[in-house]
């Protein structure tokens, strides 16, 4: 019996994926929530940038070990 992966874990890989691109973004590019949707909530002092870095860092860790115990799960399906 051949088993495939469920829907979940491309769910998982796609949220933690769009993650860690916005992640990696706001890194480089630490202003742009002012830019993309033209609001000043922090006065240009980066706070707001740094808590959503801190929440897509948590999103992202979430995901791929959620996806990783998915994948495990069906490795051991497999057997």
Request: hydrophobic share 50%; glycine share 8%.
């Amino acid at each position: 019996m051949k088993y495939e992966l469920r829907p979940r874990f491309w769910l998982q890989m796609g949220i933690a994926s769009c993650a860690t691109t916005l992640l990696g973004g706001t890194f480089m590019w630490n202003d742009w929530i002012e830019t993309v949707f033209h609001l000043n909530a922090d006065n240009h002092d980066g706070l707001m940038e740094w808590l959503i870095v801190g929440g897509l860092l948590v999103l992202a860790i979430t995901h791929f070990t959620l996806a990783g115990c998915e994948w495990q799960r069906a490795q051991k399906a497999r057997l």
